[in-house]
């Protein structure tokens, strides 16, 4: 009785090079004796270091990571007692720029041949930046929820006190809390091509909009700035900065008591735009003592990322005071 079973596919070494070039993968041999590695073309241009016909680990360990070193050193030194395939992800520094690599192989001294081991590098610098970038984004939206949810509890408890029906309480906190969701649009990446984002005075006023009623009277809130175009990115960057400085003054500054006031307000510096927040009528201001929080770091990082300027504050007798320097440049972008 026959059976006719599939025949495994003979590669060739030309078609298996074309596939490990297709791939971005480098081939390393690491000899456990001498503690020689031998690269091919790709290793070498992975880690940015010239033509070689070997290379010894310390050498090539120069240019890992400080944060990394000891910690790659030691995964290797552990792979011979390592049953089965292992992979250590590290970063390299190349000049100024950070590469993430993966070294994969068999440890055990499983596939070894004439004292040497052979394993593969891997570019994975894409797949890393795509996790830290989640990583921040969400650590960025569990704060934003926190701060609105924080914002939520204040607009009901400032309605309840003004209310004189439920009817009434649910018709005002209703009216703030749909303000609050379209400035909280604006605090989100806006989509591709969706065209530029705003005037930059109707965005401040459109962030600004929901704490605007919540004192002793209306238009406690003055904004009045040049009238300039905001682009997308700058949009995003300046939504969330406007969203923290509100949230703070609405949990601790001037717009957290009825008589307090906020102005908006800016002048042209050479190539900048400066914006300054100013409040006055609040409770007492004092400098923190505390390390900045996760929001002001956020805040630091748009200033100086998105719109490439800078950020002050000055904890005043008065109140607080806030200057933006922005980029012209960038607030079209």
């Known amino acids: 009785m026959t059976t006719d079973l599939p ?12 596939a490990v070039t297709a791939a ?8 456990v004796d001498t503690d020689l590695l031998t690269m091919d073309v790709r290793g070498y241009e992975l880690w940015g270091m010239p033509w070689s016909d070997r290379v010894t680990f310390e050498e090539l360990s120069s240019h890992i990571h400080p944060a990394d070193r000891d910690r790659v050193r030691a995964a290797f ?10 992979e250590t992800d590290f970063r390299i520094m190349i000049g100024e720029e950070v590469r993430w690599i993966a070294a994969r192989g068999k440890g ?19 797949r890393k930046q795509a996790e830290e970038g989640n990583e921040l984004l969400a650590g960025e939206m569990s ?7 924080a914002i939520a509890s204040g607009l009901t408890t400032i309605t309840s006190r003004s209310a004189t029906s ?17 400035a909280h649009d604006l605090v989100r990446p806006l989509a591709v091509s969706q065209g530029a984002a705003a005037l930059l005075g109707d965005l ?4 600004l909009a929901p704490y605007d009623d919540l004192g002793a009277f209306k238009g406690r809130i003055r904004v009045a700035v040049e009238r300039t175009g905001v682009g997308e990115g700058a949009a995003t960057g300046i939504a969330l900065i406007i969203h923290e400085l509100a949230t703070n003054s609405m949990k601790y500054g001037a717009l957290s008591v009825p008589t307090g006031t906020l102005d908006v307000s800016s002048v042209t510096e050479s190539d900048d735009i400066i914006l300054t927040w100013l409040e006055r009528g609040g409770p007492a201001v004092e400098t923190p003592e505390f390390p900045a929080g996760f929001g002001s770091l956020l805040v630091k990082r748009s200033v100086t990322g998105q719109l490439g300027g800078s950020i002050d504050y000055d904890w005043s007798e008065g109140g607080l005071i806030v200057t933006l320097r922005i980029k012209r440049a960038r607030l079209a972008l």
């Open 166 to 182: 439920i009817e009434n309480m649910a018709h005002e906190l209703t009216g703030r809390l749909t303000a609050l969701g379209r």
């Open 7 to 18: 025949v495994a596919h003979e590669w060739q070494p030309e078609q298996l090079r074309l």
């Open 204 to 207: 401040l006023s459109i962030l």
């Open 108 to 126: 055990d001294d499983a596939d070894i041949v004439a004292r040497t081991m052979f394993g593969i590098f891997l570019d994975v610098t894409g």
């Open 24 to 31: 971005g993968v480098a081939l390393w041999s690491w000899n």
């Open 77 to 86: 030194a552990a792979t011979r007692a390592i049953l089965g395939a292992y």
């Open 143 to 149: 704060h934003r929820v926190k701060n609105l949810l």
